[in-house]
């Protein structure tokens, strides 16, 4: 389940919310006026009354956190800033090893040149380019000892700029690390904590719910209609017996047959 963000309280920090709240739910035995907890509302039912109050909690604490945002984002600037620098550092000591690397390989260059051309100057008769590779190992020569020279100064320049430059940096972390805290503190005891009390004698206060007694065990429920009323007899009293009267059954007419007609 998603909570609605505060306006003023940014996603990032949604997590470090959430956790001083449990933290504050979680200690709750060590706070006398929190002792309700857990009688009249559960741990869960304070956590999401107080997840969907996160924009009235966190006000209580805005200063603090408007302070710790700053400086979060001072320290993200400076961090980019650095690699800024350190991309700077980067193409400086690429040629500062070129730069290196150059004499190295022209005095490299100029040892075998002379070494070759003198091997082929004792030669009888001596090839014509004997002369030429020699004038090429001194030019190498004369490369790589300019080269050398030049890279020392730079490097030594380079070493006395940065340590005239160099003073010694604040600690960004440990500032952060402050106003987070401070951010924190001022969030449990003037937003969380109050507001957790305040519900518990909301809660408190409120009239208990009549609580319904279970149907009885063992006996037909009552459904909305009644049955007849019957009454017995009155004591001492009897009641009427029935009386019944037998049919009137006449018998046929018996007389003497009537003359028939001729």
């Not at 805005?62 to 979060?72: G, I, P, T």
Request: proline share 10%.
């Amino acid at each position: 389940m998603h909570m609605n963000v505060a306006p003023h309280l940014l996603t990032e920090d949604r997590a470090e919310f959430e956790r001083v709240l449990d933290d504050a739910l979680r200690n709750a035995p060590d706070h006398p006026d929190l002792a309700e907890v857990g009688e009249r509302l559960t741990p869960a039912q304070l956590r999401t009354m107080a997840l969907n109050a996160t924009a009235l909690i966190t006000t209580a604490a805005a200063v603090e956190y408007d302070h710790f945002v700053k400086v979060r984002e001072q320290v993200r600037s400076a961090a980019a800033g650095t690699g800024a620098v350190l991309g700077d550092s980067a193409g400086a000591g690429a040629v500062a090893v070129v730069t290196v690397l150059a004499p190295i390989l022209a005095g490299t260059a100029a040892v075998i040149f002379l070494l070759v051309g003198a091997v082929l100057k004792m030669l009888d008769p001596a090839p014509a380019f004997a002369d030429t590779l020699l004038t090429a190992g001194l030019l190498f020569g004369a490369v790589g000892a300019a080269g050398l020279l030049f890279a020392a100064v730079g490097l030594l320049m380079a070493a006395l700029r940065n340590s005239a430059t160099q003073v010694p940096a604040p600690s960004p972390d440990d500032e952060l690390s402050r106003a987070k805290d401070a951010w924190c503190r001022a969030l449990l005891d003037r937003g969380i904590l109050p507001f957790l009390r305040e519900a518990l004698a909301s809660a408190a206060a409120a009239p208990p719910l009549p609580r319904q007694s279970p149907p009885p065990t063992g006996r037909i429920p009552k459904v909305g209609y009644s049955g007849p009323d019957f009454t017995s007899p009155a004591a001492g009293t009897k009641a009427p017996r029935p009386s019944y009267t037998s049919p009137d059954f006449t018998g046929p007419d018996f007389g003497s047959p009537e003359p028939r007609p001729e």
